[in-house]
């Protein structure tokens, strides 16, 4: 999923100058977390690099070098990146028997992450460079949770160029275990300015020279290499620090530092710009210059701004400060050299079957053609593992092409659909509509055959919309086609969200006689039968389904997902109905976790998980908390126009724990997330932890709280926390998720 190049630090070139005092009190306190922050060109990567090599020698701490980009910036793609960096680095995880716990990313990646390193008797340190490109509220907050739970034996190391909102770090360094290293730390001084000049550059300046040298690069590693570079190749004093090097002077200083007097030089450096990673078969294929490979090199030794991604060798990269410079003079000057360039790349290496490189490439070149025919590939729909992922690569595509490409549109609205983002999917079917009169879209008849589609996939609010979607589209479509089973997969789901479970399992057992099902399918369909067979009173049969259900998670590595949602429903239901309601609420906890991945509740998952957590804590004779969950799952069908047999279903399970005293009536509805930070409002959390342990911003927390105290009727928190339990919105027992017990 990942190359390899991305879990190793970049090689150090032999002129970087050695700077182990910048670290060395982080050596000696080994702090929880460290945070290298500055802009580009201060040489962070190359000393904690350099440090990192030191530091692990002999029974030093051991290292996990994880490199960013901008298609981890969502909590998912950070630690599934983290934790194939940590397994390539040797922290033993062991093999869970069945499949992955539902949970989301905190309980399916993280907190196996941290019972990983909690086991293991080393000391670790796990880097993350380029942490700027992390972007996203949700991101940021899987971060802040990670630092505030790792276990004493981590310490993680955050480079970045601007600061990031991390309010765990903030408390970490007021306890004196967060550290901060900036630009007054990485900054070279004139000793180590003078060592450089001498030992990488054979370069001896006099005093008043150096003073000069210090006074226009202040010590900016980078400019320090381009100046001493353009010295080393003849480039006069004055001319070489032309300008302060933040100001204009910095363009003067990479022509001359790389390239000096040769315009050929520069132009394939430009060239070269284009690549976010390349090796020599790469350059000679593209760049057709028998020249350019050993220019790259000669540049890579003579200044360290091209380094080396593998100790083998072979994967190299340009450095982002000169890349950026050198790729925005090539858009000026050339832009039909540039997509060239990139068609040319994504030839020659697509062989690597990296998909995030290809995209890369595609788009430099501006063939989104291409993109939407690998986006759209139904037939071939797990190209891309993550929805975010395939939507960050939509958001680089400029707007006037997303008009005029209706494949575009309709992966947009397809992925936001399922993905919960019904606005987004609204926008993407609209903006198809207008262009759909300029190209088809593959397996579809008509604009209308592909919004019946996208409908029919998630209802949201309106079982009965979705359901007449889905049969408009199977109406007109042969059961050969590829998207006809996922339509009846979704409409056997709206029979049962309607109470019509005998119909749903006519539909099941037709997709199970039809062709082999796709593997998401093979999960869903026995889970969807297992509810159904639940409804009907046939437990044996449920719990046959849910076996086959097993197996297929176990065969496909199908975790924490929350298009698997009603696996982890279907699973509740039976440890309850087992004798086993414990495991039945841990079950449903773990899956409420996944749901909050999604902005809203797709096939109305969380009600039903919240009836199945109800279900439980009956079971385990917690009258109030089982209405508390059933109140929590009403609350969620207000405004909704037909959420089918949910609210029919609903009341029985309360009809059942006999004697159930009525709701006192809340002053206005509280929405589920207000209801969730309802439920911490009773613990010593702050309003900004509040909003940590929900990966919401602290001032998002606040407003949540202020709304909670007019709809309760409340000017204090306690006054909040006596009225949610008089209206039975939270129980009298409250964990506090700082507690240990």
Same mark, same amino acid.
């Given at each position: 999923m990942f190359p390899v190049t991305k879990f190793r630090p970049p090689v150090s070139a032999a002129h970087a100058v050695a700077r182990p005092a910048v670290f060395e009190r982080a050596s000696r306190e080994r702090p929880s977390a460290l945070v290298v922050r500055a802009p580009a060109g201060y040489g962070k990567t190359t000393a904690v690099a350099q440090w990192l090599s030191d530091s692990g020698q002999g029974d030093g701490p051991r290292g996990i070098w994880v490199s960013l980009d901008q298609d981890d910036d969502d909590p998912e793609g950070l630690w599934l990146a983290v934790t194939a960096g940590a397994t390539a680095a040797g922290l033993h995880q062991p093999h869970r028997s069945g499949a992955a716990p539902a949970g989301g990313v905190r309980a399916g990646l993280i907190v196996p992450l941290i019972d990983a390193f909690a086991a293991s008797p080393a000391p670790w340190t796990l880097v993350l460079d380029d942490a700027h490109l992390l972007d996203r509220e949700s991101t940021l907050a899987?971060?802040?949770?990670?630092?505030?739970?790792?276990?004493?034996?981590?310490?993680?190391?955050?480079?970045?160029? &601007?600061?990031?909102?991390?309010?765990?770090?903030?408390?970490?360094? *007021?306890?004196?275990?967060?550290?901060?290293?900036?630009?007054?730390?990485?900054?070279?001084?004139?000793?180590? !300015?003078?060592?450089?000049?001498?030992?990488?550059?054979?370069?001896?300046?006099?005093?008043?020279?150096?003073? /000069?040298?210090?006074?226009? &690069?202040?010590?900016?590693?980078?400019?320090?290499?381009?100046?001493?570079?353009?010295?080393?190749? %003849?480039?006069?004093?004055?001319?070489?620090?032309? %300008?302060?090097?933040?100001?204009? %002077?910095?363009?003067?200083?990479?022509?001359?530092?790389?390239?000096?007097?040769?315009?050929?030089?520069?132009?394939?450096?430009?060239?070269?710009?284009?690549? +976010?990673?390349?090796?020599?078969?790469?350059?000679?294929?593209?760049? $057709?210059?028998?020249?350019?490979?050993?220019?790259?090199?000669?540049?890579?030794?003579?200044?360290?701004?091209?380094? $080396?991604?593998?100790?083998?060798? @072979?994967?190299?990269?340009?450095?982002?400060?000169?890349?950026?410079?050198?790729?925005? +003079?090539?858009?000026?000057?050339?832009?039909?050299?540039?997509?060239?360039? /990139?068609?040319?790349?994504?030839?020659?290496?697509?062989?690597?079957?990296?998909?995030?490189?290809?995209?890369?490439?595609?788009?430099?070149?501006?063939?989104?053609?291409?993109?939407?025919?690998?986006?759209?590939?139904?037939?071939?729909?797990?190209?891309?593992?993550?929805?975010?992922?395939?939507?960050?690569?939509?958001?680089?595509?400029?707007?006037?092409?997303?008009?005029?490409?209706?494949?575009?549109?309709?992966?947009?609205?397809?992925? !936001?659909? &399922? %993905? $919960?983002?019904?606005?987004?999917?609204?926008?993407?079917? *609209?903006?198809? @509509?207008?262009?759909?009169?300029?190209?088809?879209?593959?397996?579809?008849?008509?604009?209308?055959?592909?919004?019946?589609?996208?409908?029919?996939?998630?209802?949201?609010?309106?079982?009965?919309?979705? !359901?007449?979607?889905?049969?408009?589209?199977?109406?007109?479509?042969?059961?050969?086609?590829?998207?006809?089973?996922?339509?009846?997969?979704?409409?056997? &789901?709206?029979?049962?969200?309607? $109470?019509?479970?005998?119909?749903?399992?006519?539909?099941?057992?037709?997709?199970?006689?039809?062709?082999?099902?796709?593997?998401?399918?093979?999960?869903?369909?026995?889970?969807?039968?297992?509810?159904?067979?639940?409804?009907?009173?046939?437990?044996?049969? *449920?719990?046959?389904?849910i076996d086959r259900m097993q197996r297929a998670r176990i065969a496909f590595e199908v975790g924490a997902d929350p298009v698997y949602l009603s696996a982890e429903q279907a699973i509740a239901r039976q440890h309850t109905e087992t004798g086993a309601p414990d495991a039945a609420r841990a079950t449903v906890m773990h899956a409420l976790g996944v749901a909050r991945q999604q902005p809203s509740d797709t096939v109305l998952a969380v009600p039903y998980l919240l009836i199945e957590l109800g279900r439980a804590e009956a079971a385990l004779g917690r009258r109030s908390e089982a209405l508390i969950a059933l109140t929590q799952a009403e609350e969620l069908c207000d405004g909704a126009v037909d959420v089918g047999a949910l609210l029919t279903r609903i009341s029985a399970l309360r009809a059942s724990l006999h004697g159930a005293r009525s709701r006192r009536p809340v002053r206005g509805h509280l929405s589920r997330r207000e209801l969730e930070v309802l439920e911490l409002l009773p613990t010593s959390l702050s309003a900004a932890e509040i909003g940590s342990e929900l990966f919401i911003s602290a001032n998002t927390a606040r407003s949540h709280i202020k709304s909670i105290y007019q709809k309760l009727g409340a000017t204090t928190r306690a006054e909040a926390v006596a009225a949610g339990r008089r209206a039975e919105l939270i129980g009298d027992l409250v964990r506090d998720p700082n507690s240990r017990s």
């Open positions: 899987s971060l802040d949770w990670f630092l505030g739970h790792a276990p004493d034996n981590v310490m993680t190391v955050i480079i970045t160029r &601007t600061a990031l909102e991390l309010p765990t770090f903030e408390r970490l360094q *007021a306890r004196g275990r967060g550290m901060e290293l900036g630009i007054d730390e990485l900054r070279l001084d004139a000793r180590q !300015t003078a060592e450089l000049l001498d030992t990488s550059y054979g370069l001896r300046l006099d005093a008043r020279e150096l003073a /000069h040298l210090e006074d226009l &690069t202040d010590g900016w590693p980078a400019a320090v290499s381009l100046v001493a570079s353009a010295l080393s190749r %003849g480039v006069v004093l004055p001319r070489a620090t032309a %300008g302060r090097a933040e100001g204009g %002077g910095l363009d003067a200083l990479v022509r001359e530092g790389l390239a000096g007097s040769s315009p050929e030089d520069h132009s394939l450096l430009q060239m070269l710009s284009i690549f +976010e990673r390349f090796d020599a078969a790469t350059v000679d294929a593209v760049l $057709g210059d028998a020249r350019a490979w050993p220019l790259a090199m000669e540049v890579a030794e003579r200044t360290g701004l091209i380094v $080396g991604l593998d100790g083998e060798g @072979r994967w190299w990269r340009m450095h982002q400060l000169v890349r950026d410079r050198l790729t925005a +003079e090539l858009e000026r000057g050339n832009p039909e050299r540039r997509r060239a360039l /990139h068609r040319l790349a994504f030839a020659a290496l697509e062989p690597e079957h990296d998909l995030a490189l290809s995209i890369h490439h595609l788009i430099g070149a501006e063939d989104y053609d291409t993109v939407a025919d690998i986006l759209s590939n139904v037939r071939a729909n797990a190209v891309v593992p993550r929805q975010s992922l395939g939507l960050s690569w939509l958001d680089r595509i400029p707007e006037s092409a997303l008009n005029r490409d209706p494949r575009l549109a309709f992966w947009e609205a397809w992925a !936001t659909a &399922t %993905g $919960g983002d019904p606005a987004r999917r609204d926008r993407a079917l *609209a903006r198809g @509509r207008r262009a759909a009169g300029e190209r088809a879209v593959e397996g579809f008849d008509s604009w209308d055959d592909v919004e019946d589609f996208v409908h029919s996939m998630a209802c949201y609010n309106d079982v009965g919309a979705a !359901t007449r979607a889905g049969e408009r589209f199977l109406a007109g479509h042969d059961p050969s086609n590829p998207l006809s089973p996922l339509v009846a997969l979704r409409l056997a &789901t709206m029979r049962y969200l309607a $109470g019509r479970c005998a119909e749903a399992l006519e539909l099941l057992d037709a997709l199970d006689r039809g062709a082999p099902l796709p593997r998401p399918l093979r999960v869903l369909v026995p889970a969807y039968r297992a509810l159904c067979d639940f409804e009907l009173g046939d437990r044996a049969a *449920a719990t046959m389904q």
